[in-house]
């Protein structure tokens, strides 16, 4: 059975940082491509940031050179380091994987910036 279970979410003020963790179980992680997406409220679920199981990353580029995504396999888990941050960064954050045509989400991490 996969699961994913983020952490790391809270309430910050502008300018200030977070650290997300997702700590993955039932999947061969290494292996597996590793995504953040992240809703806000009454908009669509959006991507934030991958990492390929070669290390490679992409980033929305509303976050580019303020979010870092990294895993550590060792630990099945993938990071996602956020400065920076401003108000428009609040939202739900999600841990996704899939394993083929199958989608695994964790039930997500609540992040809010006030201003």
């Known amino acids: 059975q996969v699961r994913l279970v983020e952490s790391g979410g809270g309430s910050v003020q502008a300018g200030g940082s977070l650290r997300l963790s997702c700590a993955a179980s039932g999947i061969n992680f290494k292996i597996h491509t590793m995504s953040w997406y992240r809703q806000a409220p009454g908009k669509e679920r959006d991507l934030v940031a991958r990492i390929a199981s070669d290390g490679s990353t992409d980033y929305d580029e509303s976050v580019k050179g303020r979010f870092t995504i990294s895993r550590v396999n060792a630990w099945n888990t993938v990071l996602l380091q956020m400065s920076s941050l401003t108000p428009e960064d609040t939202a739900v954050y999600y841990c996704?994987?899939?394993?083929?045509?199958?989608?695994?989400w964790g039930k997500g991490t609540p992040v809010t910036v006030s201003s």
């Open positions: 996704k994987t899939n394993r083929g045509p199958t989608d695994f």
